[in-house]
């Protein structure tokens, strides 16, 4: 219920929340913790893996497995995808793609 | 299409006017200026991170020393698996990105008048300020522990001259000896930070001086990814920790710095070779001269933006703040940051801040190879911190070498990736 509120105002009006009904701003603060581990724009300089460039549909794929405890090799991802509803996981997606490696 | 083309307005053109950024630009005629006191993990991050969304905006870091080291990994120090340098961030990366970096002391703050003053009496306007001032310590409140006491018993909780103290005392104590911490009361710095710390030591105590013993003497009963430490230290140092709950005596209310003694509450005298005092904490103590902690010390902030609750205009990251159920980590420091940045950024442009979504890893280390961690996402309801329901937690009791081995990498990841974001330093 709380992750729907604060979902709400964005996507008003519209019937599913698609990634692209995300504001762009509103889609840069959620990817922000995201360069704590992965780098910054998602580029990682250590033993994260980088996830800038990942394409689209691999990286929503992947992000659901971790949400919905299907990843076997996961470890911290699945407790943090558990914060992130669906149109969320697509706009992070999104974002990532388009940064480009 | 469209979020793409408005992505690279808020980012792409960070990254290309950071490159050329020059000083005469920066001190254009009529940009807004933002003043960041301290450029630890919040006040970096926000520097950074609101050049890159505004690089009209003329940003300032304040900040004492020309070089910073890191609280997070200073334990890896303590224990012989990094060295100094590896925990050590200069400011070249902030000022590459456009950063006017000010080597002084913040030392007053007018909320009316929009100024901070420093050390030197060089007065700096602002159109928004940035607190990130970490913790100062309460002197005094443990009997028998101020400043002299902390050179024979250290903190070491600000990385620096006392964690090289703390080494050293480390590498004098003889083969036998115990090596007591001391967890103190109230709100600190990195809940799970005791106890790393805890088993960095018996690592090297293991290693180098086998018959020796760790103390914990705690104010509390439960502590931070606890039956994870308890797991890890039996396997890894069988029964050379002891951990004393409060409950069972483990609240020092006193100290003997010179004898190295620790009082309990019901007068249990614990006699250690190396005592690691960590004092009571607060806000660091610039933000009492904002006039935005409260009676507990601490900053109240609303959540939305990290803004001061108390003085408009004045946002306050990290440490010193009430973000509860967010815990005192870098790495929330640095996710608040990014809030507050953006929420400035949008609300100098006249916008309305975008929602804020806040995460956390904390990772620790239990032994080489051996790490574990808790995690956590929230976001702002109202003025308060939430976290997200059904998010977070910490890593599985049940889970095998494997896991553990994974979690000791990511964390080493976790450093060097955090470090780029906020100094641009590896």
């Given amino acids: ?101 | 299409m469209k979020m793409t083309m408005r992505r690279d307005v808020l980012l792409g053109m960070g990254a290309g006017m950071g490159a050329m950024a020059l000083p005469g630009i920066v001190r254009a005629q009529g940009a807004a200026r933002v003043v960041v006191v301290g450029g630890g993990f919040g006040g970096a991050t926000a520097a950074r991170y609101l050049r890159r969304l505004n690089p009209e905006l003329r940003i300032t870091l304040v900040e004492p020393q020309e070089r910073f080291v890191t609280c997070p990994f200073s334990n890896l120090y303590l224990g012989g698996l990094r060295d100094w340098d590896s925990i050590t961030h200069g400011y070249d990366g902030l000022r590459a990105a456009g950063v006017e970096v000010v080597h002084a002391l913040a030392e007053d703050v007018d909320g009316s008048a929009r100024t901070l003053t420093l050390a030197d009496r060089t007065r700096l306007d602002w159109d928004r300020l940035v607190l990130s001032p970490g913790i100062d310590f309460r002197w005094g409140e443990l009997a028998g522990y101020d400043q002299a006491a902390a050179e024979l018993a250290p903190h070491a909780w600000k990385a620096g001259p006392q964690t090289q103290l703390l080494r050293r005392q480390l590498e004098e104590m003889e083969d036998g000896g115990t090596f007591a911490i001391v967890v103190p009361q109230g709100a600190f710095r990195c809940p799970p930070g005791p106890y790393e710390r805890a088993s960095m030591v018996a690592h090297y105590l293991r290693t180098h001086k086998p018959r020796s013993k760790v103390l914990i003497l705690d104010s509390q009963d439960r502590f931070s990814k606890q039956a994870l430490f308890q797991q890890g230290w039996q396997a890894l140092y069988g029964d050379m920790i002891e951990w004393i709950g409060q409950s069972d005596d483990g609240l020092v209310v006193e100290v003997d710095a010179g004898a190295r003694e620790a009082v309990t509450a019901f007068g249990t005298r614990h006699k250690a070779d190396v005592l690691n005092m960590i004092p009571p904490q607060r806000a660091g103590l610039i933000a009492d001269r904002a006039g935005v902690t409260d009676e507990t010390g601490w900053v109240p902030v609303r959540a939305d933006r990290f803004e001061s609750a108390r003085v408009p205009g004045v946002h306050v990251l990290g440490d010193a703040t009430i973000a509860a159920p967010m815990p005192k980590s870098g790495f929330c420091a640095n996710a608040q940051a990014k809030v507050a940045a953006a929420a400035i950024a949008a609300d100098l442009a006249g916008q309305e801040p975008p929602p804020a979504s806040f995460a956390n890893t904390c990772y620790s280390l239990v032994g080489p190879g051996y790490g574990i961690s808790v995690a956590g996402v929230y976001r702002a309801e109202g003025e308060k911190v939430i976290e997200v329901e059904g998010s977070g937690g910490v890593s599985p009791l049940e889970a095998g070498p494997g896991f553990r081995q994974a979690e000791a990498d990511y964390g080493a990841g976790w450093y060097a990736s955090i470090c780029a974001d906020v100094w641009g330093t590896a």
């Fill in chain 1, 1 to 101: 219920m709380i992750r729907l509120l604060s979902i709400i105002p964005l996507a008003a009006g519209l019937g599913a929340a698609h990634a692209q009904d995300l504001d762009p701003a509103a889609v840069q603060v959620l990817a922000g913790p995201c360069a704590n581990c992965h780098g910054p724009d998602g580029r990682s300089p250590g033993a994260i893996p980088s996830i800038a460039g990942l394409p689209e549909a691999d990286a929503v794929k992947r992000m659901l497995a971790f949400r919905d405890g299907t990843d076997p090799s996961a470890t911290v991802m699945p407790r943090l995808m558990k914060g992130y509803d669906e149109a969320e996981i697509r706009a992070l997606a999104r974002w990532f793609a388009e940064i480009g490696q």
